[in-house]
């Protein structure tokens, strides 16, 4: 079956300007996470969306925001960029086990973002 | 949640077992441990996690201590392939959330170089 998909893979913007990440889940996945990894922090979680709603949120500030459609697609914004926005921006979905043991994350390739 | 402990890197000659150890010794009861790696410039792939008892899968096995305040990831015939960062997680399994915990928290991990 075909696994997490993330566009664009690679992307170039300037400060300020504003970025829209796309992330669709593997079929049947409802929950979709998004992380974002930079050399010097590592991965670092962003936010987590289940049946359309936020239901965790990292320390990131208001301008990384996210929404979760019907279908499980989600987006994420980030706004008035800066360059220390440049990083490797990653989603993950996963199917709810409810109380048949843990959740497993699959993860997409990512979006590699450049702020210059 | 937990915090996890690793070593910054290792390595390891192809067709040996590769043995990458991970302390978490604050674990509590309800919380598991999921091994996930990361071939560089990729996503994070899952490979296995655990509760109490050891599991194996046709990647890895996993080897969790009585007191549970650490683990082992067995790779039990490396290949160049299997060079990445590894990264031992513990995460609550919460009904709160349906069982799905999309926030991992990811530490450092351990750099695993396998040698020819």
Redesign the interface.
């Known amino acids: 079956k075909a696994g997490v998909t993330q566009t664009p893979r690679y992307l170039i913007k300037t400060r300020g300007q504003q970025v829209t990440l796309s992330c669709s889940p593997i079929s049947g996945h409802r929950s979709v996470s998004w992380y974002q990894q930079t050399p010097g922090q590592g991965l670092q979680f962003l936010f987590e969306y289940f049946s359309e709603t936020q239901r965790n949120k990292g320390n990131f500030p208001g301008r990384f925001s996210g929404r979760q459609f019907s279908n499980s697609r989600s987006e994420m914004n980030v706004s008035t960029l800066e360059l220390g926005d440049s990083a490797l921006y990653l989603c993950a979905s996963s199917l709810e086990q409810g109380a048949s043991g843990a959740n497993v994350l699959t993860f997409g390739a990512g979006s590699r973002l450049t702020v210059l | 949640d937990a915090k996890t402990t690793q070593p910054t890197s290792m390595d390891c000659a192809e067709g040996r077992a590769a043995n990458l150890p991970c302390n978490h010794s604050t674990i509590s009861g309800n919380e598991?441990v999921?091994w996930?790696r990361q071939i560089h410039?990729?996503?994070?792939?899952?490979i296995i996690?655990g509760?109490k008892n050891n599991e194996t899968n046709e990647m890895a096995s996993l080897i969790i201590t009585e007191d549970r305040k650490s683990s082992t990831l067995i790779l039990p015939h490396a290949t160049l392939r299997d060079t990445a960062v590894y990264?031992c997680i513990v995460?609550l399994?919460s009904?709160n959330?349906?069982?799905?915990?999309?926030?991992?928290?990811?530490?450092?991990?351990t750099k695993l170089s396998v040698k020819p």
């Open positions: 598991y999921y996930y410039s990729q996503g994070p792939q899952y996690h509760l990264y995460r399994f009904m959330y349906g069982g799905s915990q999309g926030n991992l928290i990811f530490g450092k991990g």
